[in-house]
């Protein structure tokens, strides 16, 4: 597997406006703040632009895809005219508005950021190169996830995005096989956690596709928040959690994640995953049984995940 490790003007930008507009439930709030502390308060222009950004994202939503609208930003090619095609003239002619809008505002943010992305995009280079590594968590995905290896030119293009403070995220896109980290204001010292979150990300796009997906698919039938809630949590427990351990020196966290457990649970979580790695058991329906015994231990006011 090679890793083409990409710092982008035109990405950060996107994810900058994308999730100052709070358009989907991933938008990480924090990042706002401290980017509207850093380089001064939104306008009320700028809020209605951001008001109707969220608008036009929300018209083609990831769960109903038909396109890669994110994808044009990513890409090293004109997004403005390669998005054309896709979206209503009106939407189209209001994007290019929103982002000159911005301009000035990111590009202060941005030169602030620059220097560390670019750090951070020398230093995974180097620490995601070991081979070794790769075969054996190759190995230990393989088979709980019962599929094979991904093939040696398997291609993931990872992009380095700006943060805040105390923050680091990620994520993934199975058709374009791209993942993004957002790491500009963390120390370099994380480097193990940027890992196991790059291998978390890996998960979804090459390794839980096929097995795990279907399993997901034909225990919960129409029930997509579960199906993406149990995802989430069994890939956690693997990175950053037992393998990010066992690779990478991950600190142990209080959760597996926050947004779904507690503590209890997430010990509980962690411990039915080692038993299926120590016995080199792929996942099934007991496995996802059990994740759902767990949930269930909720208050009932704390069950809607």
């Given at each position: 597997?090679?890793?083409?490790?990409?710092?982008?003007?035109?990405?950060?930008?996107?994810?900058?406006?994308?999730?100052?507009?709070?358009?989907?439930?991933?938008?990480?709030?924090?990042?706002?703040?401290?980017?509207?502390?850093?380089?001064?308060?939104?306008?009320?222009?700028?809020?209605?632009?951001?008001?109707?950004?969220?608008?036009?994202?929300?018209?083609?939503?990831?769960?109903?895809?038909?396109?890669?609208?994110?994808?044009?930003?990513?890409?090293?090619?004109?997004?403005?005219?390669?998005?054309?095609?896709?979206?209503?003239?009106?939407?189209?002619?209001?994007?290019?508005?929103?982002?000159?809008?911005?301009?000035?505002?990111?590009?202060?943010?941005?030169?602030?950021?620059?220097?560390?992305?670019?750090?951070?995009?020398?230093?995974?280079?180097?620490?995601?190169k070991d081979?070794?590594?790769?075969?054996?968590?190759?190995?230990?995905?393989?088979?709980?996830?019962s599929v094979?290896?991904?093939?040696?030119?398997?291609?993931?293009?990872?992009?380095?995005?700006?943060?805040?403070?105390?923050?680091?995220?990620?994520?993934?896109?199975?058709?374009?096989?791209?993942?993004?980290?957002?790491?500009?204001?963390?120390?370099?010292?994380?480097?193990?956690?940027?890992?196991?979150?790059?291998?978390?990300?890996i998960i979804?796009?090459?390794?839980?596709?096929?097995?795990?997906?279907?399993?997901?698919?034909?225990?919960?039938?129409?029930?997509?928040?579960?199906?993406?809630?149990?995802?989430?949590?069994?890939?956690?427990?693997?990175?950053?959690?037992?393998?990010?351990?066992?690779?990478?020196?991950?600190?142990?966290?209080?959760?597996?994640?926050?947004?779904?457990?507690?503590?209890?649970?997430?010990?509980?979580?962690?411990?039915?995953?080692?038993?299926?790695?120590?016995?080199?058991?792929?996942?099934?329906?007991?496995?996802?049984?059990?994740?759902?015994?767990?949930?269930?231990?909720?208050?009932?006011?704390?069950?809607?995940?």
């Amino acid at each position: 597997m090679k890793f083409l490790i990409n710092v982008s003007h035109l990405a950060n930008f996107y994810f900058f406006i994308q999730n100052l507009s709070e358009w989907h439930f991933s938008n990480i709030k924090p990042y706002n703040v401290f980017w509207e502390k850093t380089i001064g308060p939104f306008s009320e222009e700028e809020k209605e632009a951001l008001s109707r950004f969220k608008t036009i994202r929300q018209n083609y939503p990831y769960e109903n895809k038909t396109f890669d609208f994110d994808g044009f930003f990513y890409s090293q090619n004109d997004w403005f005219f390669g998005i054309k095609k896709h979206i209503k003239k009106s939407e189209y002619v209001d994007l290019n508005d929103i982002f000159h809008l911005f301009c000035n505002k990111f590009d202060k943010l941005y030169s602030l950021e620059k220097e560390s992305l670019y750090k951070w995009q020398e230093c995974l280079v180097d620490y995601l190169k070991d081979i070794n590594d790769q075969q054996k968590i190759f190995e230990e995905l393989s088979i709980i996830y019962s599929v094979i290896s991904p093939p040696k030119n398997f291609r993931v293009n990872l992009y380095v995005l700006i943060s805040a403070p105390g923050g680091m995220g990620g994520s993934a896109d199975d058709e374009s096989k791209r993942i993004t980290l957002e790491v500009s204001r963390s120390s370099l010292q994380n480097l193990p956690q940027a890992a196991g979150n790059i291998w978390h990300e890996i998960i979804h796009i090459y390794f839980d596709k096929k097995h795990f997906r279907k399993l997901l698919n034909d225990y919960f039938g129409d029930d997509a928040e579960m199906i993406r809630v149990v995802n989430e949590l069994t890939a956690a427990a693997l990175f950053p959690g037992i393998l990010g351990r066992k690779f990478f020196n991950n600190p142990k966290k209080e959760t597996i994640y926050y947004r779904y457990v507690n503590k209890e649970q997430s010990e509980e979580i962690l411990s039915l995953m080692q038993t299926y790695l120590y016995g080199r058991k792929p996942l099934d329906d007991i496995y996802i049984q059990r994740i759902c015994e767990v949930l269930n231990k909720k208050a009932p006011h704390t069950v809607s995940v």
